[in-house]
Protein backbone atom coordinates (compact mmCIF):
# COMPACT_ATOMS: atom_id res chain seq x y z
CA UNK A 1 0.00 0.00 0.00
CA UNK A 2 2.68 2.04 1.30
CA UNK A 3 5.31 1.57 -2.30
CA UNK A 4 4.48 2.12 -5.22
CA UNK A 5 6.56 -0.08 -7.33
CA UNK A 6 9.14 1.51 -9.80
CA UNK A 7 6.99 1.22 -13.48
CA UNK A 8 4.02 2.18 -11.53
CA UNK A 9 5.98 4.94 -9.99
CA UNK A 10 7.36 5.78 -13.65
CA UNK A 11 3.97 6.99 -14.30
CA UNK A 12 2.54 7.94 -11.54
CA UNK A 13 5.43 10.02 -9.97
CA UNK A 14 5.07 11.56 -13.30
CA UNK A 15 2.50 13.36 -11.80
CA UNK A 16 4.79 14.96 -9.08
CA UNK A 17 8.52 14.34 -10.26
CA UNK A 18 7.79 13.90 -14.20
CA UNK A 19 10.01 10.37 -14.56
CA UNK A 20 8.82 9.93 -17.89
CA UNK A 21 6.55 6.61 -19.07
CA UNK A 22 8.93 3.77 -18.82
CA UNK A 23 6.43 1.33 -20.19
CA UNK A 24 8.75 -1.12 -22.12
CA UNK A 25 9.59 0.32 -25.69
CA UNK A 26 8.62 4.08 -24.77
CA UNK A 27 11.28 4.59 -22.90
CA UNK A 28 12.89 8.13 -23.45
CA UNK A 29 14.50 8.43 -19.95
CA UNK A 30 16.41 6.16 -18.19
CA UNK A 31 17.20 7.72 -14.88
CA UNK A 32 19.75 5.02 -12.72
CA UNK A 33 19.57 5.30 -9.30
CA UNK A 34 22.01 3.69 -6.75
CA UNK A 35 23.70 1.61 -10.09
CA UNK A 36 20.52 0.28 -11.21
CA UNK A 37 18.67 1.71 -14.50
CA UNK A 38 15.05 1.88 -14.47
CA UNK A 39 15.35 -0.44 -17.92
CA UNK A 40 16.16 -3.32 -15.57
CA UNK A 41 12.94 -3.22 -14.26
CA UNK A 42 10.76 -1.51 -16.81
CA UNK A 43 12.35 -4.54 -19.18
CA UNK A 44 12.33 -7.50 -16.40
CA UNK A 45 11.07 -10.86 -17.41
CA UNK A 46 8.50 -10.61 -14.16
CA UNK A 47 6.93 -7.68 -16.43
CA UNK A 48 6.10 -9.68 -18.97
CA UNK A 49 2.88 -12.40 -19.96
CA UNK A 50 5.18 -14.64 -20.78
CA UNK A 51 6.76 -14.72 -17.64
CA UNK A 52 3.68 -15.82 -15.82
CA UNK A 53 2.22 -18.60 -18.85
CA UNK A 54 5.36 -20.26 -19.10
CA UNK A 55 5.08 -24.02 -17.77
CA UNK A 56 3.52 -24.86 -14.84
CA UNK A 57 4.95 -23.33 -12.20
CA UNK A 58 1.84 -21.04 -11.42
CA UNK A 59 -0.95 -23.16 -13.29
CA UNK A 60 -0.46 -25.86 -10.77
CA UNK A 61 -0.99 -23.61 -7.82
CA UNK A 62 -4.92 -23.55 -8.38
CA UNK A 63 -5.53 -20.47 -6.45
CA UNK A 64 -1.97 -18.60 -7.53
CA UNK A 65 -1.11 -17.49 -4.45
CA UNK A 66 1.67 -18.56 -3.01
CA UNK A 67 5.94 -17.65 -2.24
CA UNK A 68 7.68 -15.25 -4.41
CA UNK A 69 9.57 -17.09 -7.00
CA UNK A 70 13.32 -16.31 -7.77
CA UNK A 71 12.73 -14.10 -10.48
CA UNK A 72 10.44 -12.02 -8.66
CA UNK A 73 12.47 -11.78 -5.90
CA UNK A 74 15.59 -10.90 -7.99
CA UNK A 75 13.38 -8.23 -9.26
CA UNK A 76 12.36 -6.75 -5.82
CA UNK A 77 15.80 -6.78 -4.31
CA UNK A 78 16.62 -4.82 -7.67
CA UNK A 79 13.56 -2.67 -7.33
CA UNK A 80 14.76 -1.82 -3.39
CA UNK A 81 18.41 -1.22 -4.49
CA UNK A 82 16.51 1.59 -7.24
CA UNK A 83 14.10 2.95 -4.44
CA UNK A 84 17.32 3.21 -1.84
CA UNK A 85 15.49 0.79 0.65
CA UNK A 86 17.57 -1.54 2.34
CA UNK A 87 15.82 -5.09 2.82
CA UNK A 88 16.52 -7.61 1.15
CA UNK A 89 13.12 -9.47 0.36
CA UNK A 90 12.86 -13.28 0.91
CA UNK A 91 10.27 -16.01 0.10
CA UNK A 92 7.53 -16.64 2.67
CA UNK A 93 7.16 -20.27 3.62
CA UNK A 94 5.11 -22.28 1.59
CA UNK A 95 3.16 -23.37 4.04
CA UNK A 96 2.04 -20.74 6.59
CA UNK A 97 -0.97 -19.48 8.29
CA UNK A 98 -0.34 -16.22 6.51
CA UNK A 99 -0.79 -18.09 3.09
CA UNK A 100 -4.12 -19.38 4.34
CA UNK A 101 -5.23 -16.43 5.70
CA UNK A 102 -4.92 -14.46 1.79
CA UNK A 103 -6.34 -17.80 0.66
CA UNK A 104 -9.14 -17.22 2.58
CA UNK A 105 -9.41 -13.23 1.65
CA UNK A 106 -9.42 -13.87 -2.07
CA UNK A 107 -11.76 -16.93 -1.58
CA UNK A 108 -14.18 -14.32 0.36
CA UNK A 109 -14.46 -11.64 -2.49
CA UNK A 110 -17.74 -11.23 -4.80
CA UNK A 111 -18.20 -13.18 -7.74
CA UNK A 112 -17.42 -10.32 -9.84
CA UNK A 113 -13.92 -9.46 -8.05
CA UNK A 114 -12.98 -12.94 -8.40
CA UNK A 115 -13.52 -13.29 -12.33
CA UNK A 116 -11.76 -10.46 -12.92
CA UNK A 117 -9.14 -11.80 -10.54
CA UNK A 118 -9.45 -15.18 -12.24
CA UNK A 119 -8.11 -13.35 -15.23
CA UNK A 120 -6.23 -10.37 -14.95
CA UNK A 121 -4.02 -11.18 -11.75
CA UNK A 122 -1.68 -13.46 -12.16
CA UNK A 123 -0.03 -13.62 -9.21
CA UNK A 124 -0.09 -13.21 -5.09
CA UNK A 125 3.43 -13.29 -4.06
CA UNK A 126 4.32 -13.34 -0.46
CA UNK A 127 7.81 -12.72 1.07
CA UNK A 128 9.17 -10.80 3.89
CA UNK A 129 11.58 -8.04 4.54
CA UNK A 130 9.90 -6.64 1.51
CA UNK A 131 10.60 -2.91 2.90
CA UNK A 132 8.42 0.21 2.01
CA UNK A 133 5.37 -0.97 2.66
CA UNK A 134 2.79 -4.16 3.16
CA UNK A 135 2.50 -4.93 -0.38
CA UNK A 136 2.25 -3.43 -3.60
CA UNK A 137 1.04 -4.01 -7.20
CA UNK A 138 3.06 -3.84 -10.50
CA UNK A 139 1.90 -4.16 -14.44
CA UNK A 140 2.49 -7.15 -16.39
CA UNK A 141 2.60 -6.16 -19.86
CA UNK A 142 0.79 -8.19 -22.73
CA UNK A 143 2.54 -8.77 -26.00
CA UNK A 144 1.43 -6.23 -27.58
CA UNK A 145 2.98 -4.01 -24.74
CA UNK A 146 -0.35 -3.00 -23.05
CA UNK A 147 -1.55 -3.44 -19.94
CA UNK A 148 -2.65 -7.09 -19.82
CA UNK A 149 -3.13 -7.28 -15.73
CA UNK A 150 -0.56 -6.93 -12.77
CA UNK A 151 0.51 -9.14 -10.15
CA UNK A 152 0.63 -8.34 -6.18
CA UNK A 153 3.03 -8.81 -3.58
CA UNK A 154 2.13 -9.09 0.62
CA UNK A 155 4.59 -9.21 3.31
CA UNK A 156 4.05 -11.20 5.72
CA UNK A 157 5.58 -9.46 8.68
CA UNK A 158 3.76 -6.51 8.20
CA UNK A 159 0.14 -7.89 7.90
CA UNK A 160 -0.55 -8.26 11.76
CA UNK A 161 -3.62 -6.42 12.52
CA UNK A 162 -6.96 -7.11 12.51
CA UNK A 163 -9.02 -5.39 9.42
CA UNK A 164 -10.40 -2.37 11.61
CA UNK A 165 -6.76 -1.51 13.63
CA UNK A 166 -5.55 -1.68 10.41
CA UNK A 167 -7.70 0.68 8.81
CA UNK A 168 -7.41 2.71 11.75
CA UNK A 169 -3.68 2.87 11.52
CA UNK A 170 -3.65 4.06 8.23
CA UNK A 171 -6.40 7.18 8.58
CA UNK A 172 -4.85 8.18 11.35
CA UNK A 173 -0.75 8.07 9.50
CA UNK A 174 -1.70 11.00 7.57
CA UNK A 175 -1.58 13.29 10.65
CA UNK A 176 0.64 13.75 13.31
CA UNK A 177 0.82 11.33 16.31
CA UNK A 178 -0.87 12.44 19.47
CA UNK A 179 -1.47 11.11 22.67
CA UNK A 180 -4.83 12.32 23.64
CA UNK A 181 -7.03 11.66 20.32
CA UNK A 182 -6.84 8.25 17.57
CA UNK A 183 -8.95 8.24 14.66
CA UNK A 184 -11.05 4.77 14.29
CA UNK A 185 -11.99 3.55 11.29
CA UNK A 186 -14.64 0.72 11.31
CA UNK A 187 -14.53 -1.88 8.27
CA UNK A 188 -15.89 -4.77 9.63
CA UNK A 189 -18.63 -5.70 12.63
CA UNK A 190 -16.87 -7.41 15.73
CA UNK A 191 -16.96 -10.61 14.77
CA UNK A 192 -15.47 -10.43 11.16
CA UNK A 193 -12.90 -8.11 12.57
CA UNK A 194 -9.45 -9.69 11.83
CA UNK A 195 -6.92 -10.28 10.02
CA UNK A 196 -8.51 -12.15 6.78
CA UNK A 197 -10.31 -9.12 6.54
CA UNK A 198 -7.63 -6.72 7.03
CA UNK A 199 -5.98 -8.88 4.30
CA UNK A 200 -9.34 -8.31 1.81
CA UNK A 201 -9.20 -4.84 2.20
CA UNK A 202 -5.76 -4.56 1.07
CA UNK A 203 -6.14 -7.16 -1.78
CA UNK A 204 -9.42 -5.09 -3.15
CA UNK A 205 -6.99 -2.17 -2.87
CA UNK A 206 -4.24 -3.41 -5.00
CA UNK A 207 -7.20 -5.56 -7.63
CA UNK A 208 -8.74 -2.08 -8.05
CA UNK A 209 -5.02 -0.84 -9.53
CA UNK A 210 -4.95 -3.96 -11.86
CA UNK A 211 -8.11 -2.72 -12.64
CA UNK A 212 -7.53 0.85 -13.41
CA UNK A 213 -4.07 -0.38 -15.40
CA UNK A 214 -6.17 -2.84 -17.64
CA UNK A 215 -9.10 -0.15 -18.61
CA UNK A 216 -7.05 3.25 -18.58
CA UNK A 217 -9.38 4.93 -15.78
CA UNK A 218 -6.28 7.11 -14.51
CA UNK A 219 -2.95 7.03 -15.43
CA UNK A 220 -1.28 4.08 -14.00
CA UNK A 221 -1.54 1.38 -17.23
CA UNK A 222 1.23 3.39 -19.38
CA UNK A 223 0.02 2.07 -22.50
CA UNK A 224 -3.61 2.49 -21.65
CA UNK A 225 -3.99 6.27 -21.54
CA UNK A 226 -5.44 6.70 -24.65
CA UNK A 227 -9.04 5.48 -22.77
CA UNK A 228 -8.97 7.60 -19.97
CA UNK A 229 -10.86 10.40 -21.70
CA UNK A 230 -13.76 8.29 -22.43
CA UNK A 231 -14.08 6.05 -19.63
CA UNK A 232 -15.27 8.95 -17.71
CA UNK A 233 -14.11 8.20 -14.55
CA UNK A 234 -10.89 10.84 -14.50
CA UNK A 235 -12.98 13.91 -15.41
CA UNK A 236 -15.17 13.64 -11.94
CA UNK A 237 -12.52 14.52 -9.89
CA UNK A 238 -9.52 15.33 -11.33
CA UNK A 239 -8.60 18.51 -13.72
CA UNK A 240 -4.85 18.30 -14.52
CA UNK A 241 -3.00 16.91 -16.41
CA UNK A 242 -6.16 16.99 -18.88
CA UNK A 243 -6.92 12.89 -19.36
CA UNK A 244 -4.96 12.82 -22.78
CA UNK A 245 -1.52 14.13 -21.20
CA UNK A 246 0.77 11.73 -19.80
CA UNK A 247 3.45 13.68 -18.71
CA UNK A 248 3.07 16.70 -16.36
CA UNK A 249 5.45 19.43 -16.53
CA UNK A 250 8.19 19.17 -14.10
CA UNK A 251 7.36 20.90 -10.79
CA UNK A 252 3.73 21.01 -11.37
CA UNK A 253 1.51 18.66 -9.78
CA UNK A 254 -1.90 16.61 -10.38
CA UNK A 255 -5.15 18.95 -9.74
CA UNK A 256 -8.33 17.77 -8.32
CA UNK A 257 -12.08 19.80 -8.84
CA UNK A 258 -12.24 20.48 -5.49
CA UNK A 259 -8.79 22.16 -4.76
CA UNK A 260 -10.03 25.73 -4.54
CA UNK A 261 -11.64 24.76 -1.21
CA UNK A 262 -8.81 23.34 0.36
CA UNK A 263 -5.51 24.14 -1.80
CA UNK A 264 -3.69 22.08 0.79
CA UNK A 265 -4.66 18.69 -0.41
CA UNK A 266 -1.30 17.81 -2.40
CA UNK A 267 0.49 18.06 1.24
CA UNK A 268 -1.66 15.05 2.34
CA UNK A 269 0.82 11.81 2.61
CA UNK A 270 -0.34 8.53 4.18
CA UNK A 271 2.21 6.55 6.45
CA UNK A 272 3.79 10.31 7.04
CA UNK A 273 3.03 9.77 10.97
CA UNK A 274 5.78 12.26 12.60
CA UNK A 275 6.51 14.09 8.87
CA UNK A 276 3.10 15.06 8.22
CA UNK A 277 2.11 18.44 7.62
CA UNK A 278 -0.97 18.04 9.49
CA UNK A 279 -1.76 17.28 12.99
CA UNK A 280 -4.56 16.64 14.75
CA UNK A 281 -6.59 20.35 14.59
CA UNK A 282 -6.73 19.80 11.25
CA UNK A 283 -9.07 16.75 11.23
CA UNK A 284 -11.99 18.24 11.26
CA UNK A 285 -11.53 20.71 8.73
CA UNK A 286 -10.09 17.96 6.92
CA UNK A 287 -12.83 15.80 6.64
CA UNK A 288 -15.61 18.87 6.69
CA UNK A 289 -13.37 19.34 3.24
CA UNK A 290 -13.89 15.37 2.13
CA UNK A 291 -17.73 15.47 2.82
CA UNK A 292 -18.43 18.26 0.27
CA UNK A 293 -16.13 16.39 -2.36
CA UNK A 294 -16.48 12.78 -4.17
CA UNK A 295 -13.92 10.91 -2.83
CA UNK A 296 -14.92 7.82 -0.81
CA UNK A 297 -12.42 7.78 1.36
CA UNK A 298 -9.03 10.43 2.01
CA UNK A 299 -6.93 8.36 0.84
CA UNK A 300 -8.70 8.82 -2.66
CA UNK A 301 -8.08 12.13 -2.69
CA UNK A 302 -4.10 11.70 -2.65
CA UNK A 303 -4.04 10.54 -6.38
CA UNK A 304 -6.00 9.80 -9.36
CA UNK A 305 -5.05 6.44 -9.17
CA UNK A 306 -5.52 5.92 -5.47
CA UNK A 307 -8.59 7.43 -6.16
CA UNK A 308 -9.74 4.66 -8.38
CA UNK A 309 -8.23 2.02 -6.24
CA UNK A 310 -9.84 3.25 -3.67
CA UNK A 311 -13.13 3.84 -4.98
CA UNK A 312 -12.88 0.00 -6.09
CA UNK A 313 -12.27 -1.13 -2.63
CA UNK A 314 -14.57 0.73 -0.96
CA UNK A 315 -17.30 0.08 -3.46
CA UNK A 316 -16.99 -3.32 -3.42
CA UNK A 317 -16.75 -3.51 0.10
CA UNK A 318 -20.31 -1.23 0.88
CA UNK A 319 -22.23 -1.96 -2.30
CA UNK A 320 -21.58 -4.93 -2.99
CA UNK A 321 -20.47 -6.77 0.07
CA UNK A 322 -22.78 -4.36 2.33
CA UNK A 323 -20.16 -4.23 4.55
CA UNK A 324 -19.42 -1.03 7.29
CA UNK A 325 -17.33 2.25 7.09
CA UNK A 326 -17.49 4.81 9.34
CA UNK A 327 -14.49 7.09 10.55
CA UNK A 328 -14.65 8.54 14.14
CA UNK A 329 -12.39 11.02 15.57
CA UNK A 330 -11.98 9.99 19.67
CA UNK A 331 -10.12 12.70 21.73
CA UNK A 332 -10.45 13.29 25.36
CA UNK A 333 -13.64 10.86 25.90
CA UNK A 334 -15.27 12.33 23.32
CA UNK A 335 -16.68 10.51 19.76
CA UNK A 336 -17.28 12.59 16.38
CA UNK A 337 -18.34 11.66 13.51
CA UNK A 338 -16.12 12.36 10.89
CA UNK A 339 -17.01 9.91 7.70
CA UNK A 340 -19.32 7.05 6.69
CA UNK A 341 -19.98 5.85 3.11
CA UNK A 342 -20.95 8.23 0.66
CA UNK A 343 -22.78 5.98 -2.17
CA UNK A 344 -25.70 6.56 -0.88
CA UNK A 345 -24.84 9.97 -0.42
CA UNK A 346 -25.29 12.34 -3.66
CA UNK A 347 -22.32 13.21 -3.44
CA UNK A 348 -20.97 10.26 -4.77
CA UNK A 349 -23.80 9.78 -7.18
CA UNK A 350 -22.17 9.76 -10.63
CA UNK A 351 -18.74 8.31 -9.27
CA UNK A 352 -21.10 5.11 -8.10
CA UNK A 353 -22.87 4.86 -11.59
CA UNK A 354 -19.43 5.27 -13.43
CA UNK A 355 -17.90 2.51 -11.00
CA UNK A 356 -20.80 -0.03 -11.56
CA UNK A 357 -20.49 0.91 -15.41
CA UNK A 358 -16.66 -0.06 -15.19
CA UNK A 359 -16.62 -2.95 -13.32
CA UNK A 360 -18.75 -4.85 -16.07
CA UNK A 361 -16.78 -3.93 -19.18
CA UNK A 362 -15.63 -6.41 -21.59
CA UNK A 363 -12.06 -5.50 -21.26
CA UNK A 364 -11.61 -6.56 -17.44
CA UNK A 365 -12.87 -9.93 -17.97
CA UNK A 366 -11.49 -11.00 -21.28
ZN1 LIG B 1 -2.64 2.32 -3.99
Redesign the pocket.
Same mark, same amino acid.
Given at each position: ?KRLLTIITAGFLCQVSCIQNAWPGETEDDPVRNGIRLSQLSSHPVRSIAYWRQGDQFKVQKTRIGPAPPELIEFMRLDNTFQGYSERPVPAPRDSEFLRDVETAMASLPRAVRRIAERRLFYIALVRDLGGGTGYMDVVAGSDGSAAGGFIILDEGALDRNANAWASWREGSAFQPGADWSIEVRIEAPANDNRVNAIRYILL !?EIG !?VVDAVIGATQIGGGNTQNIAGNGFYDLSWTYPPPSQEIVVPGDTLRSRFDSAWPDRELLAFYSFNESRYDVADIQPVYQWLRGTNFPTLYAATSSA?DF?ESFVNYVHVVLDKRPFEIRLRQGGQSEFLLSSCWESPRCADKKATMKRLLLRAEVLQ
Open positions: M !H !HDA
